[in-house]
């Protein structure tokens, strides 16, 4: 039994034409031992302290968001866009850096080391910046390329049902799906959820980079074309990360886990599954870090929210940050020993989270285990 997001393909609400040399892109187009947990233990207000408990915030008020811009496309070559796009998501059969993108007036990169890992092949997000084309090219035996141009920032005007107050997990203010801007259509294929929830005990929590710019402008942006690449491009139904923390601080919800109003967990005290580390996901808790911390490190504010969003988590759940445990698939049997806090790289090849991130773990672990 795999564990595996399903494997791509066309779906009737995401229209896909082979690509010409000149195609267009429409615009419109070791388990833990602790006690179960409620949502009004693991979810409070702003105006909650640390250690206490409360309902979750009362009543929402109407936010705007652009709409999320994308199409998806087949093939190899040139496209131009009419829209310029935020980013450009690619996906495609064969070696994993079997694939190569140019934007308009820049040069040939080969697509690989990005934090998404997929079955035989390989996918890349790549920031456009306002590109309105883009080229790409594959290597002999590569196959099934796919790509999609994403604009998360002009688009028209959305409306959302933000939660009047900051929600907050155990003291750790967050950013919940509707604050920032998550079209929860996205989580649908065919009329139908493409990746209904299932649920296991945490056992482990993996930190990983988005390998997206640093010095980000407009972070809500970026999360959501993330999750427009992982929910389309890559067919997974949402984006792949539990959380996402900002250079700011700002922590962001991910994988839609019910309407309980708990991240992450249903109201049992269980993780549902997300697609962050492929062939390890069920039980593992995904943590993202936005931008690419290879040549330098998370900001103090960015690291000082992992720290504590990951110690609330291990005291709630009964986890040691510090711990080396055998991590067991509840899915497949699967084992391997990692450490409780892990980065990508420990569970597959990969180069997440950055390595100077992933040299900053053990002070993470020590910091969440004080």
């Not at 700011?248 to 991910?254: D, F, I, R, S």
């Amino acid at each position: 039994m795999s564990e595996q997001p399903p494997t791509p393909t066309p779906a009737s609400h995401r229209r896909r034409r082979p690509l010409s040399r000149r195609g267009v892109i429409g615009a419109a187009g070791a388990v833990a031992a602790g006690a179960a947990l409620t949502p009004v233990v693991f979810a409070a207000t702003e105006s909650e302290s640390d250690s206490g408990s409360a309902d979750q915030a009362s009543g929402t008020t109407p936010e705007k968001f652009p709409a999320t811009r994308s199409d998806a496309t087949t093939g190899t070559g040139t496209a131009t866009t009419a829209f310029a796009a935020s980013y450009v998501g690619v996906r495609w059969a064969g070696a994993r850096d079997g694939a190569s993108l140019r934007l308009a007036d820049g040069d040939w990169r080969t697509l690989s080391g990005g934090c998404a890992t997929v079955e035989d092949g390989g996918t890349a997000l790549v920031a456009a910046g306002a590109s309105t084309s883009y080229d790409v090219k594959a290597a002999d035996g590569t196959t099934d390329v796919r790509s999609l141009a994403i604009d998360t920032t002009d688009g028209p005007q959305r409306a959302f049902q933000v939660p009047s107050e900051p929600t907050r997990l155990r003291g750790v203010r967050y950013l919940s799906r509707p604050a920032w801007g998550a079209d929860e259509s996205k989580r649908y294929k065919d009329g139908a959820v493409n990746s209904p929830e299932k649920y296991y005990a945490l056992q482990t929590i993996t930190v990983h980079h988005t390998d997206t710019p640093n010095g980000d402008a407009d972070p809500a942006a970026t999360v959501r074309a993330i999750y427009e690449y992982h929910a389309v491009t890559l067919d997974w139904g949402d984006i792949g990360y539990h959380f996402l923390i900002d250079e700011a601080g700002t922590v962001y919800e991910g994988r839609y886990s019910g309407d309980d109003g708990v991240p992450a967990f249903d109201s049992d005290g269980d993780l549902v599954t997300a697609f962050h580390t492929a062939g390890f996901n069920s039980g593992n808790l995904g943590i993202a870090l936005l931008g690419t911390l290879t040549d330098q490190g998370p900001t103090d504010a960015a690291k000082a929210s992992l720290v504590r969003l990951v110690k609330v988590i291990a005291r709630l759940k009964g986890l040691d940050p510090q711990a080396k445990v055998t991590f067991t698939n509840p899915v497949n049997g699967v084992t391997k020993d990692v450490e409780t806090v892990s980065g990508h790289r420990d569970w597959l090849q990969t180069e997440c989270p950055g390595q100077t991130m992933y040299d900053l773990l053990t002070e993470v672990r020590a910091a969440a285990a004080r």
